[in-house]
């Protein structure tokens, strides 16, 4: 099969990509603040949406929008990138990496309840045990597996990661309702979110405090977390006949995270860890069992 017909290609670059950037977080927490790394990421990530716009052909669908998605977009760049980013941030920058990454990745376990609840499904035994499986995990994974004790190391960080989880999660529920071209209203999101971070770093007299290491550093973000990366991963879905086998393998970059973790930040990986990171990723799976 040819690889621009192939999806697991868009998919396998997607999920690489995405098991670099909890190290690159860390790394960009060298030379920028929170604040810096939040809005000069968005900033590099709106360029490459736009690009990939262009090159997509979405430029006239973008501009025919309606005043409605526009002010809809504007409203939803404040939850995401802004504050969901913000938040994530924040708590790589209190945590190890390999902590804020797993506990950060239980974001599928609230979205598959709260979608039961807004869809008015009932909950089911799935439901209940994945949410408990994925407790369980992130209690070792805060406690360092000293779960008798429970001697947390850094409890503030764990409940930025956990509620970045949740903020994601809202995101995507408000974000389905709108039947929008996905990459169009990817571009009207990160338009404002742009905009949004020019004006919070002139305000916090943030803007002149350049640093070249820092500017690499964000724009890898920029381009590998929250740009083309989801472009990739929308087109390895989209062109997918069986979409739900290519969004299997999400399950494979928390891994490959550790590993890179491992590798460029020399963090330790717990035993503790790699055992929370199964408990969550099988709660997901549970979840999955449910109709």
Request: aromatic residues 16%; charged residues 10%.
């Given at each position: 099969?040819?690889?621009?017909?192939?999806?697991?290609?868009?998919?396998?670059?997607?999920?690489?990509?995405?098991?670099?950037?909890?190290?690159?977080?860390?790394?960009?927490?060298?030379?920028?603040?929170?604040?810096?790394?939040?809005c000069?990421?968005?900033?590099?990530?709106?360029?490459?949406?736009?690009?990939?716009?262009?090159i997509?052909?979405?430029?006239?669908?973008?501009?025919?929008?309606?005043?409605?998605?526009?002010?809809?977009?504007?409203f939803?760049?404040?939850?995401?990138?802004?504050?969901?980013?913000?938040?994530?941030?924040?708590?790589?920058?209190?945590?190890?990496?390999?902590?804020?990454m797993?506990?950060?990745?239980?974001?599928?376990?609230?979205?598959?309840?709260?979608s039961?609840?807004?869809?008015?499904?009932?909950?089911?035994?799935?439901?209940?045990?994945?949410?408990?499986?994925?407790?369980f995990?992130?209690?070792i994974?805060?406690?360092?597996?000293?779960?008798?004790?429970?001697?947390?190391g850094?409890?503030?960080g764990?409940?930025?990661?956990?509620?970045?989880?949740?903020?994601?999660?809202?995101?995507?529920l408000l974000?389905i309702?709108?039947?929008?071209?996905?990459?169009?209203?990817?571009?009207?999101?990160?338009?404002?979110?742009?905009l949004?971070?020019?004006?919070i770093?002139l305000?916090?007299?943030n803007?002149?405090k350049?640093?070249?290491?820092?500017?690499v550093?964000t724009?890898?973000?920029?381009?590998?977390?929250?740009?083309?990366?989801?472009?990739?991963?929308?087109?390895?879905?989209s062109?997918?006949?069986?979409?739900?086998?290519?969004?299997?393998?999400?399950?494979?970059?928390?891994?490959?995270?550790?590993?890179?973790?491992?590798?460029?930040?020399?963090?330790?990986?717990?035993?503790?860890s790699?055992?929370g990171l199964?408990?969550?990723?099988?709660?997901?799976?549970?979840?999955?069992?449910?109709?």
């Amino acid at each position: 099969m040819e690889i621009k017909k192939n999806p697991y290609f868009f998919g396998t670059l997607a999920i690489a990509a995405w098991a670099t950037v909890a190290t690159a977080f860390k790394i960009s927490f060298n030379y920028f603040s929170v604040v810096q790394v939040l809005c000069y990421s968005i900033i590099f990530s709106f360029i490459s949406i736009l690009i990939s716009s262009i090159i997509l052909g979405k430029t006239k669908e973008i501009l025919s929008q309606s005043k409605k998605h526009w002010l809809y977009s504007s409203f939803l760049a404040l939850l995401n990138p802004i504050m969901y980013y913000f938040v994530l941030f924040s708590a790589y920058n209190s945590l190890p990496a390999q902590e804020a990454m797993i506990i950060n990745y239980t974001w599928p376990i609230f979205f598959g309840i709260s979608s039961a609840i807004v869809g008015k499904i009932k909950i089911s035994k799935y439901h209940i045990l994945a949410f408990l499986l994925s407790f369980f995990g992130m209690v070792i994974i805060a406690s360092k597996g000293n779960i008798t004790a429970l001697s947390f190391g850094n409890i503030y960080g764990d409940l930025l990661a956990l509620l970045s989880a949740i903020i994601w999660t809202i995101f995507w529920l408000l974000n389905i309702q709108d039947k929008r071209d996905p990459v169009v209203k990817l571009f009207s999101i990160f338009l404002f979110g742009a905009l949004y971070s020019f004006l919070i770093l002139l305000f916090t007299e943030n803007i002149d405090k350049i640093n070249i290491n820092g500017i690499v550093a964000t724009a890898y973000i920029g381009f590998f977390e929250m740009g083309f990366t989801f472009i990739l991963w929308l087109t390895a879905i989209s062109t997918s006949k069986t979409p739900h086998k290519i969004s299997q393998l999400i399950y494979i970059t928390p891994f490959l995270s550790l590993v890179v973790i491992s590798l460029i930040l020399k963090e330790n990986i717990h035993l503790s860890s790699i055992i929370g990171l199964f408990l969550i990723i099988l709660g997901i799976v549970v979840q999955q069992k449910s109709k």
